[in-house]
């Protein structure tokens, strides 16, 4: 992953921006994996400008181990919420 303004955003976190319009997120529904999600945080910071402890990540997908929220290890997509937003 590159840092600089020239990186290649995939298509897809592109459409999940789009999708996640009327929410609270900033990107909804977006397929989780390790290169989808340090995209997704890059994009928030550049386009928000705000920092990395302003970004939040809920993680989406089965609650196998407990009834109340999502292990990272069991998460199939995520969402992405900006502090304050």
């Known amino acids: 992953m590159k840092t600089d303004s020239s990186m290649f955003i995939a298509p897809s976190i592109v459409h999940h921006l789009m999708v996640a319009n009327g ?3 900033v990107l ?6 390790e290169s989808n ?3 997704a945080k890059w994009l928030v910071r ?3 400008k705000c920092t990395l402890s302003d970004i939040r990540v809920r993680y989406r997908g089965k609650r196998l181990s407990h009834p109340n929220h ?3 290890s069991e ?3 995520f969402d992405v ?3 304050g937003g």
């Open 46 to 48: 550049m386009f928000n």
């Open 81 to 83: 919420y900006v502090k």
């Open 75 to 77: 998460a199939t997509h």
């Open 23 to 25: 929410y609270t997120s």
């Open 28 to 33: 909804k529904g977006v397929p989780y994996n």
């Open 70 to 72: 999502t292990l990272k």
């Open 37 to 39: 999600l340090g995209e």
